[in-house]
């Protein structure tokens, strides 16, 4: 076999269904003239470190796992430098970016699908000195998917989430801000904030709006201020309920950088993982700058195969 890949999954992502598929998966690997080195994390940061190792020595990196996997993965890459062809194999309990590509729903598709060999350049956030690959958010239920379990999460999937994010609404926090963009340029109290390069969020669609493209340059944004009364939060839970942008409360647009200032240290995550406490934040999209292993699939095709 001339080609080599590397291959490292989490064992603990969603039900551990990787176990009942690693060796169908390896086969279709070696099929296709790969000679496969296999690793399992170990913990955090595993697939960041290996991939970093990695990296320049094999012809592809594939991975498998939830989207904090990947998040690893991708930040490796590009703290390398490199322009490395990557696959990802979505085993998580939410799997926003596998959703947001319209990825085969199995393992084994998901496996079939990278080896077809195509390269679809997609957007991906730098994040001050950090990168993500879909998704950076501050406020309320942002905390939820790195505080909820990892045996939560298996056995309720993104449900797991709402559980934990029930308790954050009956004590909002709000962060005074300045947010600057070419767009926008805004100053107040938020509760919270997403910059976004995806369909999914959380596993729920289209709640980062209609019409997005993951490799536009532009991501999509979402600010929403904290209201003063019930009446107010009301507003702001059927604005988002019925994806109409029909109110104040809420600033929803498009952006290839943004910067926001903030009174006091801010909680970020990205991509669903804990990113650190920042007072100032500018966020930038890095254009087509993911190689992904990724055959183009149509989106009925995709819903089809959820039936």
Not at 79 to 100: R, V
Not at 114 to 140: H, K, L, S
Not at 238 to 265: G, H, M, Q, V
Not at 284 to 307: F, G, I, Y
Request: charged share 25%; with cysteine.
């Amino acid at each position: 076999m001339d080609k080599k890949l590397f291959f490292i999954f989490n064992p603990k992502a969603g039900k551990g269904q990787i176990r009942n598929n690693l060796v169908d998966i390896i086969d279709i690997f070696n099929k296709h003239g790969y000679e496969v080195i296999v690793r399992a994390t170990q913990g955090p940061r595993d697939a960041y470190e290996m991939t970093k190792e990695y990296e320049g020595k094999v012809d592809a990196i594939v991975c498998s796992g939830g989207d904090g996997t990947l998040d690893e993965v991708v930040t490796g890459i590009m703290e390398k430098g490199s322009s490395a062809k990557i696959g990802y194999i979505p085993s998580g309990s939410t799997n926003d970016f596998a959703a947001s590509m319209f990825m085969p729903r199995t393992m084994i598709g998901a496996a079939e699908n990278i080896m077809a060999g195509e390269i679809y350049q997609c957007d991906i956030g730098r994040f001050n000195r950090q990168t993500f690959a879909y998704v950076a958010a501050f406020g309320i239920f942002t905390d939820v998917s790195y505080q909820t379990g990892q045996g939560m999460k298996n056995i309720f999937g993104h449900g797991a989430y709402l559980l934990e994010g029930v308790k954050s609404i009956f004590n909002i926090k709000s962060y005074h801000m300045r947010v600057e963009s070419q767009e926008l340029t805004a100053e107040g109290d938020f509760i919270y904030g997403m910059v976004t390069n995806s369909r999914s969020i959380g596993g729920f669609k289209n709640l980062t709006g209609r019409n997005v493209d993951m490799d536009d340059g532009l991501f999509e944004v979402t600010l929403i201020r904290m209201p003063q009364n019930p009446l107010e939060l009301q507003e702001i839970i059927t604005a988002l309920l019925t994806e109409e942008d029909n109110t104040d409360l809420i600033y929803s647009f498009k952006s290839a950088r943004i910067r926001l200032i903030s009174e006091e240290p801010v909680a970020w995550t990205l991509d669903g993982e804990y990113g650190g406490d920042h007072r100032e934040t500018e966020i930038e999209n890095l254009h087509k700058a993911l190689n992904l292993l990724l055959r183009s699939t149509k989106e009925d095709e995709w819903k089809n195969s959820l039936m």
